[in-house]
C-alpha cells in the first residue's frame, strides 16, 4: 500500500509539473533594456517585444533600467528570479565591454546569466562634418597626418563600442587622434553637425537620416559587410584597413538558473522571430544584422572575448566613466 502511495504521489507530482511547464509562459514577460529609450538599442528591444510575445501569446513589454553603461539594468535581471518572466537584451558593451573596463562589476557576465540567443550585430559608421574635406578614410587619414593636432573623434561614451572602434582606427593607421567622450548619441551627433568635432563614430541608425540630408558625411561602415542602409558606403576593410570590425552584438539572456523547459520554450520562440523575414526586413531598416546564436559556451566565449578586449583597453589607454 505504502508503495502504492509513492508512486501515486510520484505521478501527481509528474503532471503537475508538466502541467507548469506547459503552461509557460502564463503572465506578463519584461523584457529589460538597459539603454535609455529612443536609442538604436531601444528601437530593437520594442521590435523584439512585440515579435516575442505574438510567438509565446503573452505580452512581452519592455522596461528601460539605463545606467552605469548597462550595468544598473543589467544587474537587475541577474538577480531576478529565474522564472522566465524578467530577461534582458544586453550588449557586448553589457557582457564585454564593462568587464574589461570596471575594476569592480556587480555581476560575472559569465556566469550570472543564461543565454537565450545572440540575436545579431549593430554597426557603426566613420563620419565626418560636411566641412571636413575628406571623401574616403584613405583622404582622412592623409588629412590627419598632415594636421595631427587638428582632428579629434567623438564617441557615445567611454567604453563604448564606438569608443572601440575608434581605438582600432588608431591602432590599424598608427595615429593618435583624441578621444572626446559624450554621454550618449544625440549629444555626440549634435556636436558633429554643429562643428565642434570633426569626426564622430555613432550606429547606423543614428547615421543614415543625417547622411541622408547631408548634415553628416559616412566614409565607412565597421562591420565586416556593407550596410543595407548606407549599400554605397565602403566598409573599413574594404578601404585597405584589413580585419577591421567594431559592431556591438546583442543578445537575450536570463538570470541564472532558468528552467530547461522555460529556457527551451523562450529560445524556440525567440528563434521563430529571428528566421522571419518581416522581422528581417524591419531590423536592417535600424542597421541591424540578424545573427541567430544560441551561445552553447556562454562561460568559455565571453571570458575569451572579455580578455581582447582587455589588450585593446590597455594598448589604447581605454577606461570606463
Given at each position: 500500500?505504502?508503495?502504492?502511495k509513492?508512486?501515486?504521489?510520484?505521478?501527481?507530482?509528474?503532471?503537475?509539473?508538466?502541467?507548469?511547464?506547459?503552461?509557460?509562459?502564463?503572465?506578463?514577460?519584461?523584457?529589460?533594456?538597459?539603454?535609455?529609450?529612443?536609442?538604436?538599442?531601444?528601437v530593437?528591444?520594442?521590435?523584439?517585444?512585440?515579435?516575442?510575445?505574438?510567438?509565446?501569446?503573452?505580452?512581452?513589454?519592455?522596461?528601460?533600467?539605463s545606467?552605469?553603461?548597462?550595468?544598473?539594468?543589467?544587474?537587475?535581471?541577474?538577480?531576478?528570479?529565474?522564472?522566465?518572466y524578467?530577461?534582458?537584451?544586453?550588449?557586448?558593451?553589457?557582457?564585454?565591454?564593462?568587464?574589461?573596463?570596471?575594476?569592480?562589476?556587480?555581476?560575472?557576465?559569465?556566469?550570472?546569466?543564461?543565454?537565450?540567443?545572440?540575436?545579431?550585430?549593430?554597426?557603426?559608421?566613420?563620419?565626418?562634418?560636411?566641412?571636413?574635406?575628406?571623401?574616403?578614410?584613405a583622404?582622412?587619414?592623409?588629412?590627419?597626418?598632415?594636421?595631427?593636432?587638428?582632428?579629434?573623434?567623438?564617441s557615445?561614451?567611454?567604453?563604448?563600442?564606438?569608443?572601440?572602434?575608434?581605438?582600432?582606427?588608431?591602432?590599424?593607421?598608427?595615429l593618435?587622434?583624441?578621444?572626446?567622450?559624450?554621454?550618449?548619441?544625440?549629444?555626440?551627433?549634435?556636436?558633429?553637425?554643429g562643428?565642434?568635432?570633426?569626426?564622430?563614430?555613432?550606429t547606423?541608425?543614428?547615421?543614415?537620416?543625417?547622411?541622408?540630408?547631408?548634415r553628416?558625411?559616412?566614409?565607412?561602415?565597421?562591420?565586416?559587410?556593407?550596410?543595407?542602409?548606407?549599400?554605397?558606403?565602403?566598409?573599413?576593410?574594404?578601404?585597405?584597413?584589413?580585419?577591421?570590425?567594431?559592431?556591438?552584438?546583442?543578445?537575450?539572456?536570463?538570470?541564472?538558473?532558468?528552467?530547461?523547459?522555460?529556457?527551451?520554450?523562450?529560445?524556440?520562440?525567440?528563434?521563430?522571430?529571428i528566421?522571419?523575414?518581416?522581422?528581417?526586413?524591419?531590423?536592417?531598416?535600424?542597421?541591424?544584422?540578424?545573427?541567430?546564436?544560441?551561445?552553447?559556451?556562454?562561460?568559455?566565449?565571453i571570458?575569451?572575448?572579455?580578455?581582447?578586449?582587455?589588450?585593446?583597453?590597455?594598448?589604447?589607454?581605454?577606461?570606463?566613466?
Open positions: 500500500m505504502k508503495l502504492l509513492r508512486m501515486v504521489c510520484a505521478v501527481v507530482l509528474a503532471c503537475t509539473a508538466m502541467s507548469a511547464q506547459a503552461a509557460y509562459p502564463e503572465q506578463t514577460i519584461t523584457l529589460i533594456a538597459p539603454f535609455p529609450a529612443g536609442g538604436a538599442a531601444d530593437i528591444a520594442r521590435l523584439l517585444a512585440k515579435e516575442l510575445g505574438d510567438k509565446l501569446g503573452k505580452s512581452v513589454v519592455v522596461e528601460n533600467k545606467g552605469a553603461g548597462s550595468t544598473i539594468g543589467a544587474t537587475y535581471v541577474a538577480n531576478a528570479k529565474p522564472d522566465g524578467t530577461i534582458l537584451l544586453g550588449s557586448n558593451s553589457t557582457f564585454v565591454l564593462n568587464p574589461a573596463l570596471m575594476e569592480k562589476m556587480p555581476y560575472d557576465a559569465s556566469y550570472a546569466f543564461d543565454p537565450i540567443g545572440k540575436i545579431g550585430t549593430l554597426g557603426l559608421a566613420l563620419l565626418v562634418n560636411p566641412s571636413v574635406p575628406a571623401k574616403s578614410v583622404e582622412l587619414v592623409a588629412l590627419i597626418k598632415a594636421n595631427p593636432d587638428k582632428y579629434s573623434y567623438g557615445y561614451g567611454n567604453g563604448t563600442t564606438s569608443n572601440f572602434a575608434g581605438a582600432l582606427f588608431n591602432h590599424f593607421t598608427g593618435n587622434v583624441t578621444h572626446v567622450p559624450y554621454k550618449g548619441s544625440a549629444p555626440e551627433m549634435n556636436d558633429l553637425i562643428g565642434q568635432i570633426p569626426i564622430a563614430y555613432d547606423i541608425l543614428a547615421t543614415t537620416p543625417q547622411a541622408r540630408n547631408g553628416v558625411r559616412p566614409l565607412a561602415v565597421t562591420g565586416l559587410s556593407r550596410s543595407e542602409l548606407l549599400p554605397g558606403v565602403p566598409t573599413m576593410d574594404e578601404s585597405g584597413y584589413k580585419g577591421y570590425e567594431a559592431v556591438a552584438w546583442q543578445a537575450i539572456v536570463a538570470p541564472k538558473g532558468l528552467p530547461k523547459e522555460v529556457k527551451d520554450r523562450l529560445q524556440k520562440a525567440l528563434a521563430d522571430v528566421a522571419d523575414p518581416a522581422v528581417k526586413l524591419k531590423m536592417q531598416q535600424t542597421g541591424f544584422d540578424l545573427v541567430w546564436d544560441t551561445m552553447p559556451n556562454w562561460p568559455e566565449s571570458r575569451a572575448e572579455i580578455a581582447e578586449a582587455k589588450k585593446i583597453a590597455a594598448q589604447a589607454n581605454i577606461k570606463a566613466d
